[in-house]
């Protein structure tokens, strides 16, 4: 039987599980995300990382969410840098899957709610979104999801120790 799948505002409380999480996954996210200190990778680091974004949450520029899996939190997905000017109305979509929970449809599903969040709650026009050139679970999972690619943004991350391109995506909202 398949996981239901749902996502919530990130808590305090889920500072561990993304901790154990990423510990576990260091070497799997290696060539998708930078570097992190060694705090990062515990709960107090997570937590700390969580205040930070909750804050961010109540000033109205990041919408910090947990991905579920029948209500155990298996990744996270972010609308960061939103721009709620009404001339804007915009904000950035990441997400990542636990290894444990991946190949199940959940980043799918994350995103399409994340999506309604995004259009229903915090009013936006735009999703953007930003790849690896050589993402390409996350290729499928955006182009399922109605994004289209516009642009590389070439030698823009530093991961796994060089300089990457990135694909740059988006979609309009209520389309």
């Keep these: 039987m398949r996981s239901r799948t749902g996502i919530r505002l990130i808590e305090t409380a889920d500072a561990a599980p993304i901790a154990a999480h990423r510990v576990r996954d260091v ?25 930070g974004l909750l804050a961010g949450y109540r000033a109205g520029t990041v919408w910090p969410g947990v991905v579920l899996a029948d209500d155990q939190v298996v990744g996270q997905i972010t609308v960061a840098g939103i721009l709620p000017q009404p001339h804007l109305r915009r ?65 823009s991350i530093f991961l796994d120790g060089s300089w990457r391109d990135g694909l740059l995506w988006e979609r309009i909202l209520g389309d």
């Excluded at 070497?27 to 969580?50: H, L, S």
């Excluded at 449809?105 to 050589?134: F, I, K, P, Y």
């Excluded at 999972?141 to 030698?155: E, T």
């Design 27 to 51: 070497e799997a996210f290696r060539p998708w995300e930078p570097a992190q200190p060694a705090e990062f990778f515990t709960p107090e680091g997570q937590a700390e990382r969580i205040d």
């Design 91 to 155: 904000g950035s979509l990441g997400y990542w899957i636990a290894s444990v929970a991946q190949n199940q449809g959940h980043a799918g599903r994350a995103v399409e709610l994340a999506l309604r969040v995004m259009t229903d709650e915090l009013g936006l026009h735009r999703a953007e979104a930003s790849t690896s050139l050589e993402n390409v679970a996350s290729h499928r999972v955006l182009r399922r999801h109605g994004f289209s690619p516009y642009g590389v943004a070439h030698s």
